[in-house]
């Protein structure tokens, strides 16, 4: 009697990285390619190489950062959204910060976790996206589901967290010292549209001029910044 042919060995899933870190990319190609069942299939430092790059390979999942070369990571993850693509994402991020893993949610990725968890974490959440559940730190987790429960409006929340995805770009940028032109060759918008992004933040956060923008937002960056170190 003929034995019965032995199941099928799955392929590996494929992971498109993107971080414009070289080390970053070199400790998660190195420690992807140690398993078993995934290979890197492609890396990019920035959106326009990303979309390529995603479009080319058509990876099973694709590790995302916030902070890019000359873009956004959640820019990324909207125009990913935005061209059909159903690709499972997940932000590797060094902010443990519920401020931008409900953004990174909300625009589309299916999992965020720090880049300072252990290996066998990072892993775990690389396999839970692939397999299209959700995953997120259990800190994150607790502050989200909180505010679920206690149907917390936007009127409850820090005046930050209030600002829109590209006004909180700019409000960061503004912390980090650059000039209204820097700000705008950085997010390919023109001056105009960034003294209008301008001049919202200083609505919502009820400002009354630049130099009491400059000075919150140097604060901001810097509090925020304190948090991850």
């Not at 589901?145 to 600002?163: N, W, Y």
């Not at 980090?176 to 820097?182: E, I, M, N």
Request: one cysteine or more; aromatic letters at 4%; charged letters at 30%.
């Amino acid at each position: 009697m003929k034995p019965p042919d032995p199941s099928p060995v799955a392929s590996p899933k494929r992971v498109f990285l993107v971080d414009d870190h070289p080390m970053v990319r070199e400790h998660l190609a190195l420690m992807i390619e140690q398993q078993s069942d995934m290979r890197v299939c492609g890396e990019a430092v920035d959106l326009p190489q990303a979309l390529e790059g995603i479009g080319l390979t058509q990876p099973d999942i694709a590790i995302i950062d916030i902070s890019l070369s000359s873009s956004n990571g959640l820019d990324l993850i909207k125009e990913i959204r935005s061209r059909g693509w159903s690709v499972p994402i997940l932000v590797l991020s060094m902010h443990e910060d519920s401020l931008y893993a409900e953004r990174a949610l909300r625009a589309g990725a299916l999992g965020y976790i720090n880049k300072q968890e252990s290996s066998k974490n990072i892993l775990m959440a690389i396999r839970r996206v692939i397999d299209g559940q959700i995953h997120v730190s259990s800190k994150i987790s607790e502050i989200l589901l909180k505010r679920v429960i206690s149907g917390a409006e936007k009127t409850d929340m820090s005046p930050v967290a209030m600002l829109a995805d590209r006004e909180l770009d700019v409000f960061q940028l503004i912390g980090r010292g650059l000039s209204t032109r820097k700000i705008a060759e950085s997010l390919g918008l023109s001056i105009k549209t960034i003294e209008t992004y301008r001049g919202r933040i200083k609505e919502k956060l009820l400002i009354n001029d630049g130099v009491q923008l400059l000075r919150r937002a140097m604060q901001w960056v810097e509090e925020y910044d304190a948090r991850d170190r």
